[in-house]
């Protein structure tokens, strides 16, 4: 159920997503649930913060099931049903948790159950787009076995529930160009990899999205949490360039992605209303050419030090601000990312 309701003005501006016009900075769900190694965040703070979200111009929310077996999708529902007319809930498929922990879940038949899932946790009749998170490659859980499915047959999967009325549009996650290229005929509204000022190998992915006009939805914008793994946040020219326009220096590599591309969409995650708020206003920070030049310059200096391979297990802790935990942090085998 959703109910009309007039929007304050959309944080970093307007971009397209399956269809519809949504505010450039988002919300990532998942550091409202819990994690190996982290409780869930307390719900009257993690149920505020929704709310202050969506009261300041949010109107993309990413989520999953699997963000704690349904407590993100849970935590959403209550605190903003009956849902804003204009907010895009847009999930993820590809895991699932059972007893062993979150395991793959690739099969045509779990992306159709994962919908149902979400829908029903949600309360809506239609996600407005769903996200196959592909399992073929780091980082997180890989998929082996029954679990190795072509892209062909989860794509026909995903059409059926776009034709059933179920999903709005169909998203990929953790793909390379060439996968973005083979989905394209099968109408591909968003793509969701890892990527940072300091972290570019899916720069190729990018520009495939920049052709086509797909919206490009960076998990790990600010780096991840893993040690090994850059973070925007410490390199010495984002903090220079912070403390230049008096900003955080998260604000600056958040307001890098948004020059980067027109439809670039961001959905930095956070149980803090004060990091939340940071987030937002990240969208009217504006970057000169001479700072957009130095960022720019950064991933090749860096070497692109993004490790080969996912650590396999979560890290100690999840309070980082903006280190999003994706779907794929659980069970026995686990990594972080930023889908959220």
């Known amino acids: 159920m959703t109910t009309a309701t007039a929007s304050p003005a959309a944080p970093g501006g307007t971009a397209l997503l399956a269809g519809r016009t949504v505010a450039r900075i988002g919300f990532g769900a998942m550091q409202l649930a819990e994690l190996p190694g982290r409780p869930v965040p307390d719900r009257g703070v993690a149920l505020s913060v929704l709310r202050r979200a969506v009261g300041q111009g949010v109107n993309h929310l990413d989520t999953a099931q699997f963000y704690g077996a349904g407590t993100a999708n849970q935590l959403i529902r209550a605190a903003l049903s009956p849902y804003p007319g204009d907010l895009a809930l847009v999930s993820k498929v590809g895991a699932e948790h059972t007893a062993d922990g979150l395991v793959p879940a690739q099969r045509p038949e779990q992306l159709r159950a994962g919908v149902e899932a979400n829908l029903g946790t949600l309360g809506v009749e239609q996600l407005a787009a769903v996200n196959l998170r592909r399992l073929d490659a780091p980082p997180g859980i890989r998929a082996e076995g029954d679990q190795l499915v072509d892209l062909d047959s989860q794509l026909a999967e995903l059409v059926t529930l776009r034709d059933e009325g179920k999903i709005g549009g169909i998203g990929l996650s953790n793909v390379s160009a060439e996968q973005v290229r083979q989905a394209r005929p099968a109408g591909i509204a968003c793509v969701q990899n890892a990527y940072s000022v300091l972290d570019r190998p899916a720069e190729p992915v990018l520009d495939v999205c920049r052709e086509h006009g797909i919206a490009w939805v960076p998990f790990f914008p600010l780096g991840s949490a893993f040690p090994s793994w850059p973070k925007v946040t410490e390199h010495p020219a984002v903090v220079a360039a912070a403390t230049a326009l008096g900003a955080a220096p998260a604000q600056v590599g958040l307001a890098w992605q948004l020059a980067h591309y027109a439809g670039t969409l961001l959905i930095p995650g956070t149980a803090s209303a004060q990091h939340l708020d940071e987030n937002i206003a990240a969208g009217g920070l504006r970057l000169d050419a001479a700072t957009l030049a130095t960022l720019d310059g950064l991933a090749a200096s860096a ?31 686990s990594t972080s990312s930023a889908w959220d």
Do not use: E, L
């Not at 779907?327 to 026995?332: L, N, T």
């Open 303 to 333: 070497g692109s030090p993004r490790p080969a391979s996912a650590k396999r297990s979560c890290p100690s802790t999840a309070s980082s601000r903006n280190f999003s935990w994706p779907s794929v942090c659980g069970g026995a085998v």
